[in-house]
C-alpha cells in the first residue's frame, strides 16, 4: 500500500470489479482510454486474474483516505525489464472525484513507486490529441512529448490522432 496526502495505492481487490466493470460500461470513460468495448462480467473476471498474474503488469486502485472510496486506477503495462520501461495509465471512474486532483498525487505517488522500486527509466503514455485536460495533467506532473501519430487509433467511428508522452526518471521530480 501506497500513501499520500489525500489518497492510497493499494492493491485491486476482487470486491473492486462490481465498480471498475460499471465504470468499463461508460463509454465516455472508453474513449478516454482509447478503448471501444465495454466489459461484460466474464471478460472483467478474467482480466483480473490476468493483471494480478503478469509480471509485466502492474495495477493499483486509487482509494480516497477520507472516504476510504475507491476512486479509479493507475497502473502500467508492458513493463520492460530490461529496456526499463513501462507503458502508464490512470483513470479516475467516479465522476464525483474528478478534477480535485487526485489524478495529480496518483501520478506522483506511482511515478515515485515504479523508478524506486522498479527501477524503471522511462514510463510512456498515450493520449488523445483532443484530451487537452489529460495532456495538461500529464505535463504538470512531468510528462513531455515525443510524438504524434496521426490517424492511429479508430474509435468512435473515426481515426484520431494520439500524442506520445513520456517522463525519464532523470527528469522525475520528487
Not at 94 to 112: N, Q, V
Not at 121 to 140: F, Q, R, S, T
Request: aromatic share 16%; glycine share 6%; charged share 30%.
Amino acid at each position: 500500500m501506497l500513501e499520500s496526502k489525500n489518497i492510497i495505492l493499494r492493491g485491486l481487490e476482487h470486491d473492486d470489479l462490481i465498480l471498475l466493470h460499471k465504470w468499463m460500461n461508460k463509454f465516455e470513460l472508453l474513449i478516454k482510454l482509447l478503448r471501444i468495448e465495454p466489459s461484460i462480467n466474464y471478460f472483467t473476471e478474467k482480466w483480473y486474474i490476468n493483471v494480478n498474474s503478469d509480471k509485466r503488469k502492474k495495477i493499483f486502485a486509487i482509494e480516497e483516505k477520507t472516504t476510504n472510496c475507491f476512486i479509479g486506477c493507475v497502473g502500467a503495462n508492458d513493463i520492460d525489464y530490461i529496456d526499463r520501461k513501462a507503458n502508464f495509465y490512470i483513470y479516475i471512474g467516479d465522476e464525483t472525484f474528478r478534477g480535485k486532483g487526485y489524478s495529480k498525487e496518483a501520478i506522483h505517488t506511482f511515478l515515485m513507486y515504479m523508478f524506486g522500486y522498479y527501477n524503471l527509466n522511462k514510463i510512456y503514455l498515450e493520449v488523445k490529441v483532443n484530451n487537452l485536460i489529460a495532456i495538461n495533467l500529464y505535463k504538470k506532473t512531468g510528462f513531455k512529448q515525443e510524438g504524434l501519430f496521426k490517424k492511429e487509433k479508430y474509435i468512435d467511428f473515426r481515426y484520431i490522432d494520439i500524442i506520445r508522452m513520456a517522463i525519464l526518471r532523470d527528469d522525475y521530480k520528487k
